[in-house]
């Protein structure tokens, strides 16, 4: 709730800057100027980096006694209050055997951030430059120790966003959800008969969380990257986009403008983009990982936790006890279902690290659908198996030809209108025109080629998940 309320405010007030807004209530103590923070790359090029903020400040990594103190400016910032409301309804039908089961839900949520009066804190760049000029990094400390082997990169406080008086972030959600199974049953000796029970529950709740927030919490800020040497000397990167990092015992490890992928600045790596392992899961695992995506995917901030939840598991890291207690309900059953493992050979390890091939493929279609605006993602939390599968199937014929496809090529889902202009507005959410005339149909697309790939990843994933499903 905290960290939606903060990055809808970054979001507002400086959508195109530097400011990063805190995600953790229990960071802002640490996010002093001049506080390190780590910057941390991450597994798919698309990806925005995260930041961690640490228990440390930059005086505290250099050689020697003497403390190296921040000088600090003090300005009123904005006055800010924002309201922000989300509709969300969903149906999901499945059959396995002789049981089938239909899903229903809809909700509306309300999230409300007063922040009242705002204060900004600036770091004096020049004067840091100048008391550090002649000062070393301490290679030996811990923390530079523990970088130099993940290749995060250290930044430094520049300016922070803090409260100036006590407030609140309240959020309210009404949610209804209706349950209906149909059970048929199958006679001895080959006499076949059927017995319907029906079962229909209305489950109906609200909830009304208010968070108050003590005067002093920093909401946002901004960071200046560190460029270490491996003889302790170090520059802070002041220019817009300079890369900062700790100096390998290999050059050719040393990130340069050459080694970076022109999409967003970020480095492509040579991760293998494969979903073909969440096809071999069985139907009921697929089902069920489908419904917890398409209830997570109205929830932005639980998004994000299972992602980086995944991303530590498949960077070989064990869930502790602790961060599994800090789940929700619906992202411990998200959990459940991706790491069911069945025990069948086509569910082979990635031989470099061991990780299960499925695992793997869940954080990618994850990864994919965290980078999807808010639009994309509600329209995808309403969108039926049919829909997707053929959507998928469109995508592909359209991506193959370079020509218009024939108008008779369109599969049967999509000719109806609804669904039709539904896939007009999940392509319109990606910078891309679907058009049709009387007997053709074809495809425009803008520059937005990163957003489009991560489209084209999830409608894949997605469909993979329903493929079967009735």
Known sequence: MFSKATANFVRHIDPEGSLKHVSRLNDSDKLVPMALVVKRNRMWFWQRPKYQPTDFTLSNLLQGDEVLSPDVSKTEFVTYEGTYRDKLSGKLDTEAGSVRATLEGQGTSKLQSCFG???????????????????????????????????????????????????????????????????????????????????????????????????????????????????GHFNICLQPGSIGGIEADSLASWPSQDSLDEVDGKSNGSQEMDLSPLAELPQLTRCVLFKRLQETLGDRTALSDMESLLEELCSGETLSMAKHKELSESQRKLLSAILDRPGTDSHAENSQCGIPSHLNAAHLLVSALEELPDPTLSLLSKSSADFLEAFDTLMCMLKKSSEPLSIQCLPAPLQDNQAFQLAEQLLSSANVTLKRDSDRLWMETGDQAVLQLVLCLSIQGLSLLCKGQK
């Open 117 to 231: 009066k705002l204060k900004k804190e600036e770091l004096d760049v020049k004067k840091l430059l100048k008391d550090s000029s002649r000062r070393l990094i301490d290679m030996q400390q811990p923390l530079v120790q523990q970088l130099e082997k993940r290749a995060d990169v250290l930044t430094v406080v520049k300016e922070r966003i803090l409260t100036v008086n006590s407030c609140t972030v309240t959020q309210t959600k009404k949610e209804q959800c209706v349950f209906q199974g149909m059970l048929g049953l199958v006679g001895m000796m080959g006499s076949s008969f059927k017995v319907c029970a029906k079962d229909s529950n209305n489950v109906e709740v609200d909830s009304d969380v208010s968070l108050e927030i003590p005067s002093g919490t920093v909401i946002a800020y901004s960071i200046l990257e560190l460029e270490i040497k491996k003889s």
